[in-house]
């Protein structure tokens, strides 16, 4: 059992910076790897990033040298520094976490509007 809640979304300009946080709890010693995958409407979600408990990252081309993903293994979080923000970024973040058993989990989703 694996909750996740998510916060650090909103409004900015072309250019700026969010940083996302997604904070696990519940069996957090069962996650082998958290992430963020980002939806647009009548489109399956995507890839952002992702961050296994031993440190390696993924990140899908479009966000490569803007993002950085990070993760607290202690607190089981993890989060997502977004720099130079394209209006193209605009979507509905999800936090995602997978379990050793296979198990899959998700956040409610967080908000990100870029304006030009």
């Known amino acids: 059992q694996v909750q996740l809640v998510e916060s650090g979304g909103g409004l900015v300009q072309a250019g700026g910076s969010l940083r996302l946080s997604c904070a696990a709890s519940g069996s957090i010693v069962s996650i082998y790897l958290m992430g963020w995958y980002r939806q647009a409407p009548g489109k399956q979600r995507q890839l952002v990033a992702t961050i296994t408990n031993l440190g390696s990252t993924n990140y899908a081309d479009s966000v490569k040298g803007r993002f950085t993903i990070s993760r607290d293994n202690a607190k089981g979080t993890v989060y997502l520094q977004m720099n130079s923000l394209k209006p193209e970024d605009t979507n509905v973040y999800y936090c995602?976490?997978?379990?050793?058993?296979?198990?899959?989990?998700w956040g409610q989703g967080t908000q990100v509007t870029v304006s030009s």
């Open positions: 995602n976490a997978v379990t050793y058993s296979g198990n899959y989990y």
